[in-house]
């Protein structure tokens, strides 16, 4: 028995290193690729603006603000990058940086499979 768990733990051990350092962060910078990508472009309608509902019918939109993070008052729509940048951190500007990291960790899970 003591054999069985020894050979577990060191297995479970080597699984969560693999996990930590060469899977999850290749994954963390093309997920930041993807997303500050994707939302560069974006102006998002806002679903509800505060204030509103029954009472508030006259209120301009300068007096109005969007419940989504990043929105400025007196707009109806989020900007793509100050939704990115206030949700995650991520930059349009590291874009470059992050797709070669990318491409580092590609080339280098490539050339490890090759030994």
Known sequence: M????KCTS?????????LTFGLVQP???AFEALMTNEFHTLD???????????GYEGVSLA???CTTLGSE????TVDGNSFVALSFGYYQSHLW??????????????????H
Not at 2 to 5: G, H, R, S, T
Request: glycine residues 8%; hydrophobic residues 35%; proline residues 2%.
């Open 2 to 5: 003591d054999f069985v768990y």
């Open 10 to 18: 060191v297995n479970l051990l080597n699984w969560d290193h693999y």
């Open 27 to 29: 994954i963390r910078y």
């Open 44 to 54: 998002g309608t806002c679903a509800s603006l505060v204030p509103s509902g029954v």
């Open 63 to 65: 007096h109005q603000v």
């Open 73 to 76: 008052s007196g707009r109806s």
């Open 97 to 114: 940086r992050v797709s070669c990291v990318c491409i580092c960790f590609l080339s280098a899970g490539h050339s490890s499979s090759l």
